[in-house]
């Protein structure tokens, strides 16, 4: 304790002896003006207290224009001011913003606004509307007033106070009334009362005339009669999002954002049957809501959704800086503010604007003053102001004199080095040059007003510098300052250079519309010098269908906004891209956008809306539309939008009478697809598409001059086709300690911030690894010292090598397509980034390749298809493919076998698959030659299979099992097989499941045999399907044993398990699950239920007055008819699973 007195006390010593230079009293405020709301006639005072070295003195502002002093506004000694009565008449009125301004020796200060409002109520704009109801149902009353301060709103039924203690009924702090379930004693007159501090207001009265219902009430649909609408608020109010809904039975009212997120629980509650309440809200509060409507037990739903902005005031984010500088020297002062709407910011010398000239300038929000001079010294201050409010920070410029200055640096030379760069030499100051320790360089565009002015600081040790941030086809003017310890020089003389263009940055935003069914009018904005980086010398737009992979491009000049594309198909998915480019050639397309054209209809409905889309902030967009003229009536609108590659967010309803929609809660810099049409009583309007793409948000501080320089010269070498060196030079500065790299990288054209790569080094050159062959990449580095980090380096871009396939051609298929030529076709290999020059195809017999002798075609990439002619019959011919390019060879493909037939016999579907090759099915026609040596051992398989059927019989018949009953079915009768020969047909090998397993693909949790559902519980008995040659089947218990059946006699087998128990009911569900299933009925389309504003999503009729009945839908069945039996076959549904599907009379 005793050391930091001693500190503070030199401190205060050393300020007393140099005050002008290292120390200043900041004048300050103690106590600013807040908003007051007052009564006409009563007094008001407004506080301001400031801080600082006396003497201080402090005027006031009203409206921007000083006050006097007089018997009407009084200054207290304190600073405050006192009006005794205020005063509200035409002639004048004291409601307005004041301000206090403090002075003293070294500067003045303006404190924040202050809005004095006089309260006052104006009459009902809009009064209840008598009604009539029948009992049972609802009925619903509003008003609205305006109202400083906001008024309290309240209802009286028959002139008297309405009594609330029913939760019937509800009052909203909006002003609206909802009764539930109407009864014949509420009928009556209804009035609204509304009070604040200044006076009460009565509204007319509203009867409401409720009848006794005749009848059962029918069963309805649910409807929101009253859904939320987009309110705007301030921070820290209340909302009411309101939901009203009807049906029969009553529908349940549930709430969620659209965004997924959660609803905050700890200041959100419901008032009344489904009206949403948030108190105290703050910018987390923002978004889109939706009130959903159901019916119990159902899946009938109706939605309505609400934008809610909350306001939030003006709030400085980074405050400026004092600073001290000498004469000629810069001074930088940041300030960045943020809330909702985003606030301006301009910049106060001395309490008044200052007043901005070639040498201070403001930029964005920071305030740069260059070449200073002596009359720069003073106190400046940032004011952000909104609709909110405003507020204010200041810091202060301290000039140093210093005489002894070095002369300006000489013969400044400016040469182009490419798009980006520009090589700087100077030669150095003529007078001092020994004591100068920097040189500032500083540029700024040549064309345009107010723009900003950058400055680099370099050593000593150099006369020539490379500025390598610039962009594309921009004139530039520079000039350089050199610095000694005390003191800077004057200016040099400005040069200006142009620098090369590029490719376009990005290419326009496309706005879609259909006039019709088979038209699309393609319209866009001329790109902005920022992006285009140069001249555009042509468009190029490009289409097809979502179905079709063909692509129609066309080639536009340069002046053209829009192209009518005609002749299309109608309600067909259409995408569409475009591509600008330069002299210096194309830019990347962008990604494909989708536009439906509508269906073609007599009727007419109303036409594309004409939309204007523009970004409020970096979470937020604007949208505004118009109708044409001659639209059919509109009954609302349709909204929905989505981020570039993802799914759409939920479709907004909108009244007619609404013209503009704010969309929040979306990502920075992220592209969005905005889409909209008409409703009306005709059907669904033409769309209108647009894309827009999100600023970035400006959170962190600009950086600053002597934040470190980025490296220069960056180069790409290539290695392999899958990696490249990279080298860079470290930039010229001073610094001893130690330097560290990034290393960005990523494949062009992807937005995806995880497809972004970085590597960390010490060294200016790093290996880069793992890359994909023949893909384009875009490289840059940046430099990290002392915890401070420097811009990206210019980007650099490279493509990698190609590389030789790395996989071969899939799909291979051989046909027999006449007795001795054969087509064999295949897939280009499965594998991105890969060009196939050509293809190999290898074929030759058994014989010829046991003596290591192929033949050999080839044909171009674009060719899938090849011909082998000429072929051998009797012969089994092998056949294997291999694609190529100019880098290499890729691997060969499975070998595939075509067995050539013999004479006139019949094709078989089953192809020989050797064990001394593995390949893929195989495809081919005609019976295999089989030697004396195969023979045997298919003779010595028969047997020892046969002696297995034996021992298994005699085993379950020792065990005395029941006896099996075998049935042969022939083709035709009963289950239905194919009769033709399934040639050339890989599905030729159908696998049957054997004994029992689980069907989990409808996600019922049933047992099924091989024949159909299989219910443990009311049988017990077990169908299989057994191959033909087989005389006396097997018990095999093995699940998941695959066989195979061929077309004729089919072999059906039961078990009878006379006695056997049925498993209990748990053990049963624990291990297959219930085994009723309900329909699992999809109902996640929406339908329109024709109310505007609102869409649903509702089942049929029939399910609503029947809900405990399955729902029955036609579908094929199957069955088993089994000759000289008595049996009951039941049916397989899809909507039924769990019915069995065979059991015998009286099971």
Not at 379 to 401: H, K, T
Not at 586 to 607: D, F, I, N
Request: aromatic share 8%; net charge neutral; charged share 20%.
């Amino acid at each position: 304790m005793a050391k930091l007195k001693m500190k503070m006390l030199l401190l205060l010593v050393f300020c007393l002896h140099s005050p002008n230079v290292f120390c200043f009293s900041e004048l300050s405020f103690i106590t600013e003006p807040s908003d007051v709301t007052v009564l006409p006639k009563d007094p008001a005072v407004l506080d301001c207290q400031a801080h600082g070295q006396p003497p201080v003195t402090i005027k006031w502002l009203k409206n921007g224009v000083r006050l006097a002093e007089s018997e009407q506004m009084q200054f207290l000694p304190n600073g405050s001011l006192y009006i005794p009565k205020i005063k509200h008449t035409k002639e004048r009125s004291d409601e307005g913003f004041y301000q206090c301004l403090s002075k003293n020796k070294f500067g003045a200060i303006l404190s924040q606004r202050s809005r004095l409002t006089i309260a006052s109520i104006s009459q009902f704009l809009l009064h209840p509307l008598p009604m009539a109801v029948t009992a049972g149902s609802v009925a619903r009353f509003s008003c609205a007033v305006t109202s400083r301060p906001p008024a309290t709103i309240t209802w009286e039924f028959n002139q008297s106070p309405l009594p609330l203690q029913t939760d019937r009924i509800t009052v909203l702090p909006n002003g609206v009334l909802q009764i539930h379930n109407v009864q014949l004693k509420d009928a009556g007159q209804y009035r609204c009362v509304a009070t604040n501090i200044e006076s009460r207001q009565k509204s007319q009265e509203a009867k409401l005339t409720v009848s006794q219902g005749v009848g059962a009430k029918p069963l309805q649909r649910p409807r929101i009669i009253a859904g939320p609408q987009n309110i705007t608020v301030s921070l820290h109010q209340t909302v009411v999002l309101e939901c009203f809904a009807t049906g029969n039975p009553w529908p349940i009212i549930s709430w969620s954002r659209a965004d997924s997120k959660p609803i905050d629980v700890y200041k959100a509650k419901v008032l009344g049957n489904g009206n949403l309440v948030i108190k105290d809200v703050n910018s987390q509060h923002s978004g889109v809501y939706l009130c959903r409507a159901t019916t119990p037990g159902t899946r009938n739903y109706t939605i309505a959704a609400a934008n809610l902005t909350v306001q939030v005031p003006p709030s400085i984010v980074e405050k400026p800086e004092s600073q001290t500088r000498p004469r000629a020297g810069t001074a930088r002062f940041m300030c960045q503010a943020e809330g909702v709407p985003p606030p301006h910011i301009s910049w106060l010398k001395n309490g008044e604007e200052v007043h901005l000239n070639g040498r201070i300038k403001m930029y964005n929000s920071k305030l740069v003053i260059t070449q200073i001079i002596p009359e720069d010294d003073a106190i400046y201050q940032c004011i952000a102001e909104s609709e909110q409010g405003s507020v204010l920070s200041l810091a202060r410029l301290i000039v140093v004199m210093s005489e002894d200055r070095p002369s300006a640096p000489r013969n400044i030379h400016a040469e182009t080095i490419s798009s980006s760069a520009i090589l700087l030499a100077w030669e150095r100051p003529l007078y001092n040059a020994d004591r100068v320790i920097a040189y500032s360089i500083h540029y700024m565009k040549a064309e345009g007003l107010n723009n900003e002015e950058y400055q680099v600081v370099i050593g000593n040790d150099t006369t020539s510098y490379i500025i390598d941030d610039l962009e594309p086809a921009r004139n530039y003017s520079f000039y350089i300052v050199a610095y000694m310890p005390m003191g800077a020089s004057r200016m040099s003389d400005q040069v200006s250079q142009h620098t090369l263009e590029d490719v376009p940055l990005r290419t326009p935003e496309l706005r879609l519309i259909s006039h019709n069914s088979t038209e699309i009018q393609v319209s866009w904005q001329q790109l902005p010098s920022k992006v285009s980086r140069g001249r555009v010398s042509a468009y190029r737009l490009s289409y097809r269908t979502a179905a079709d992979n063909t692509v129609i491009s066309m080639e536009l000049p340069q002046n053209s906004t829009e192209y009518l594309l005609e002749g299309l198909q109608p309600d067909t998915i259409y995408l569409l891209r475009m591509a600008a480019a330069t002299r210096m050639g194309w830019c990347e397309p962008s990604a494909w956008t989708s536009h439906r054209t509508p269906k073609t209809s007599s009727r007419k409905v109303p036409s594309a809306p004409i939309l204007q889309v523009e970004p409020l902030n970096c979470t937020s967009i604007v949208v505004h539309w118009r109708t044409a003229p001659e639209t059919e009536a509109v009954v609302g609108y349709r909204l929905c939008y989505h981020e570039e590659s993802q799914p759409e967010q939920p479709v907004i309803q909108l009244q007619a009478q609404t013209y503009t929609y704010t969309i929040s809660g979306l990502d920075p810099r992220r592209r969005y697809h905005i889409k909209i049409l008409a409703l009306s009583q005709a059907g669904d309007g033409y769309e209108t598409d647009q894309a827009i793409s999100t600023p970035g948000c400006v959170s962190a501080r600009d950086q600053m001059a002597a934040t470190p320089p980025s490296p220069d010269h960056v180069t790409v070498l290539t290695n392999n086709s899958s990696e490249v060196s990279l080298r860079w030079n470290r930039p010229t500065f001073p610094s001893r300690k130690a330097i560290s790299y990034t290393v960005r990288y990523m494949i062009v054209g992807m937005h995806n911030a995880s497809a972004v790569r970085y590597l960390q080094t010490t060294k200016e050159n790093v290996t880069v690894q793992n890359l994909d062959p023949n893909t384009r990449y875009e490289f840059a580095v940046r430099l990290h010292v002392d915890q401070m980090s420097s811009t990206w380096s210019h980007v650099v871009y490279h493509r990698t090598q190609p590389a030789a396939p790395r996989r071969p051609p899939t799909g291979v298929r051989v046909t027999l397509i006449e007795d001795d030529t054969a087509l064999v076709s295949w897939k280009e290999p499965s594998e991105p980034n890969v060009v196939v020059t050509h293809y190999t195809i290898l074929y030759a017999s058994q014989t010829s390749w046991r003596a290591g002798s192929w033949q050999i075609i080839q044909r171009e990439g674009s060719h899938t298809m090849a011909l082998l002619e000429r072929l051998q019959p009797g012969n089994v011919y092998l056949v294997k493919i291999s694609a190529s390019n100019q880098v290499g060879d890729g691997p060969f493909s499975d070998v595939v076998e075509l067995p050539m037939k013999r004479g006139n016999v019949q094709r078989n579907q089953n192809a020989w698959h050797p064990n001394s090759f593995q390949h893929t099915a195989v495809f081919s026609d005609g019976l295999y030659h089989i030697d004396q040596r195969s023979m045997t051992g298919i003779i010595v398989g028969v047997s020892i299979a046969l002696a297995c059927i034996v021992m298994c019989a005699l085993i379950l018949i020792s065990k005395g099992r029941p006896s099996h009953k075998v049935v042969a079915l022939p083709p035709g009768e009963g289950l239905s097989l194919p009769q033709e020969r399934y040639e050339e047909n890989p599905e030729a090998l159908i696998p049957m499941m054997s004994t029992n397993f689980i069907d989990a693909k409808g996600g019922s949790h049933m047992v099924i045999n091989t024949a159909c559902p299989f219910m443990s519980k009311n049988q017990s008995r077990k169908w299989l399907l057994f191959n033909r040659d087989v005389s006396i089947p097997t018990e095999i218990d093995v699940e998941g044993r695959v066989r195979l059946y061929e077309t004729g006699k089919t072999v059906l087998r039961y078990e009878e398990h006379l006695g056997s128990a049925p498993l209990p009911p748990s053990s049963r569900e624990i291990i297959f699950g219930p085994f009723h299933v309900e329909s699992s009925q999809s109902s996640e389309a929406s339908q329109e239920t024709g109310d505007s504003g609102h869409y649903s999503n509702e089942e049929s009729n029939e399910e609503m007055s029947n809900p405990s009945n399955d729902a029955a839908v036609t579908e094929p069945k199957l069955s088993f008819q089994v000759e000289n039996e008595k049996r009951v076959c039941y049916h397989l549904s899809g909507h039924n699973a769990a019915r069995p599907c065979c059991t015998s009379d009286g099971s």
